[in-house]
């Protein structure tokens, strides 16, 4: 079974710049999770999905920052205008239901110089 | 609220030695769900195992172990016979059911394992 997919790996973009990271949850997964994970801050939870409606937006760090999730299948996180204290991994991760074992993406490395 | 510590931010050991890697956390609730995750230097984040609250039992799973005990609110992680490949960063997490199910995750352990 195919799990989390995220896209793209890696982005390199100048500040200023839109970025969109897009993510597959597994397949029958209705929770699903945005993650960014730096050295300073460590893992910190952006947004929570259930059943595409945001439960918990409140890890977002500001207005530049946009997520959603038009169907089952898939979700965005948009960072508009993106700024180098951006550049971080950012994690997709989903489960089964809300409680159950939670997977994670690969990850999308964003670098903004 | 909830809270998860790992208080050993890095371990250092040679290969074979054991090592167990701390897990404290804090709940007022009665069932929740314990966590943990591994992270190797390629970044990806890797399911290990899961433990819901009514279940004390500790488990092993080839050179890894877990020991869950509510009384110190403690779900430790041991591995055996520390390989090279065990170098990485491990997270426990806290999940409360009945919440809003959000994980609570610790810091990170980095455990560097040499040859």
């Known amino acids: 079974d195919a799990g989390v997919i995220q896209s793209p790996r890696h982005e390199v973009t100048e500040m200023g710049q839109e970025v969109t990271l897009r993510c597959k949850p597994i397949s029958g997964h209705n929770s699903l999770f945005w993650y960014r994970q730096t050295m300073m801050r460590g893992l910190e939870l952006l947004i929570y999905f259930n059943n595409n409606v945001p439960i918990d937006d409140s890890g977002m760090p500001e207005d530049r920052f946009s997520a959603k999730m038009p169907n089952a299948s898939f979700s965005t996180l948009k960072i508009q205008p993106s700024e180098p204290r951006d550049s971080a991994v950012y994690f997709c991760?989903?489960?089964?239901?809300?409680?159950?074992?939670?997977?994670f993406g690969e990850g999308s490395w964003l670098t903004v110089v | 609220a909830q809270k998860v510590t790992q208080a050993q931010t890095e371990i250092s050991v040679v290969e074979k030695e054991d090592v167990t890697l701390d897990c404290v956390y804090e709940t007022r609730d009665t069932t929740y769900y314990l966590f943990w995750y591994k992270q190797p230097p390629s970044g990806e984040l890797v399911f290990l195992i899961r433990r819901n609250s009514f279940d004390e039992q500790n488990e092993i799973s080839g050179r890894y172990s877990w020991n869950f005990q509510k009384s110190t609110s403690s779900f430790n992680f041991t591995i055996t016979a520390s390989q090279v490949v065990d170098s990485a960063v491990y997270f426990c997490?806290?999940?409360?059911?009945?919440?809003?199910?959000?994980?609570?995750f610790g810091r990170g352990t980095s455990l560097i394992v040499h040859p």
């Open positions: 991760a989903s489960s089964f239901y809300a409680g159950n074992t939670i997977y």
């Open positions: 997490a806290l999940i409360i059911s009945g919440g809003s199910y959000i994980p609570t």
